[in-house]
């Protein structure tokens, strides 16, 4: 077939423009269409990040809240307790102390505290200069999608004047 060449000075008819144009158009608005859709999802995923954020933190003030009480309580056992005691006296004062933490209801002034009633001997170490807790706690956060879960661990001690 062959190419027909356009004189300078010639035309083209209004027909033979309509179609491009048409599909020019058509195409501007499906690409801007698109556009506001991936910049909405996009959005939609930026808040994601920015409440994830948000629960770190929260989680890290739960962590600092029970760390708190759990020092408060582990203080609080220990006042009269001297060298030549045993485990288990500290474990009947610490578990005396965790309780006055309960109120009416018993419930725990954050319900996290509750794992410390797992405590035992095993975690208590009595030496001749010093008194050792170990405590194990898990803490979490949940929201919509994700459980931030963080692994408390810590280890308290008394000296011994």
Known sequence: MARRKINPGQTWSRKALALPIFLLVVSALALAGLSLYYF???????????????DVDDLLIIEQEFDFYAQEIFSEASVGFSRGQ??????????KSL?????KRGYYAIPELAQLEQISEN?????????LLRANAVLKQQTR???IVYTYEKTFEKIFK
């Open 40 to 54: 909405n999802s996009l959005d939609n995923q930026l808040h994601e990040i920015i409440s994830l954020h948000n």
């Open 86 to 95: 045993s485990e288990s006296v500290f474990l009947d004062n610490f578990k």
């Open 145 to 147: 999608d994700i459980t």
């Open 123 to 131: 975690n208590i170490e009595v030496g001749d200069s010093s008194l």
């Open 99 to 103: 309780a006055n933490y309960k109120n």
